[in-house]
C-alpha cells in the first residue's frame, strides 16, 4: 500500500505530511461540492480535492486513497470513463460516483465500469454518511 503524500506549496517550499486518517480523493468540477464533501468527511477522512481528471491522474500517482468520490461530467472528460483505470491502479478503492444527471443507463454503465456506489446530486450530508457505511 503506498503512503500518503501530501504536497503543499508554499513559497517554493515543499512540505509532506503523513495522514492518520484514511485517504478520500474528491474529483468535481464545482468548488461548492468539493469544499461540503471535505467539510462532511473529515471526522473519518483525510481529504483531499481536485477539479479534473488530469489533476485526479497526478493526485493517484502519489497517494492510494480509501475512497473516490467521481463526478460524472467534468471539464476533461466523463468521469465514468476513467473508473476502471482507477479500479485497476487501486483495486480495493471504493468509488461513488457523484453526478446531477441521473438515468438508468449511466448508473448501469457506472457501476458495469466498476462504481461502488451512485449518488445523486443534490446530495444530503445523512446520504454521504450512509453510503460510507455502507461500502466501508
Known amino acids: 500500500m503506498r503512503r500518503h503524500?501530501?504536497?503543499?506549496?508554499?513559497?517554493?517550499?515543499?512540505?509532506?505530511?503523513?495522514?492518520?486518517k484514511p485517504l478520500a480523493l474528491i474529483v468535481d468540477d464545482e468548488t461548492d461540492i468539493c469544499f461540503l464533501l471535505?467539510?462532511?468527511?473529515?471526522?473519518?477522512?483525510e481529504s483531499s480535492s481536485v477539479t479534473s481528471l488530469a489533476e485526479a491522474k497526478l493526485y493517484l500517482q502519489l497517494n492510494e486513497p480509501s475512497i473516490i468520490f467521481l463526478d460524472n461530467k467534468l471539464s476533461d472528460g466523463l468521469g465514468i470513463d476513467h473508473i476502471?483505470?482507477?479500479?485497476?491502479?487501486y483495486p480495493h478503492t471504493k468509488i461513488v460516483m457523484i453526478t446531477a444527471y441521473d438515468n438508468f443507463s449511466e448508473k448501469?454503465?457506472?457501476?458495469?465500469?466498476?462504481?461502488?456506489?451512485f449518488i445523486n446530486k443534490p446530495f444530503s450530508i445523512?446520504?454521504?454518511m450512509e453510503t460510507i457505511q455502507t461500502i466501508t
Open 38 to 45: 471535505k467539510d462532511i468527511l473529515q471526522r473519518k477522512f
Open 108 to 117: 448501469e454503465m457506472a457501476f458495469k465500469e466498476g462504481a461502488d456506489y
Open 84 to 89: 476502471h483505470s482507477f479500479k485497476e491502479q
Open 5 to 20: 503524500v501530501e504536497v503543499k506549496y508554499t513559497a517554493s517550499v515543499l512540505e509532506e505530511s503523513t495522514p492518520s
Open 126 to 128: 445523512k446520504t454521504i
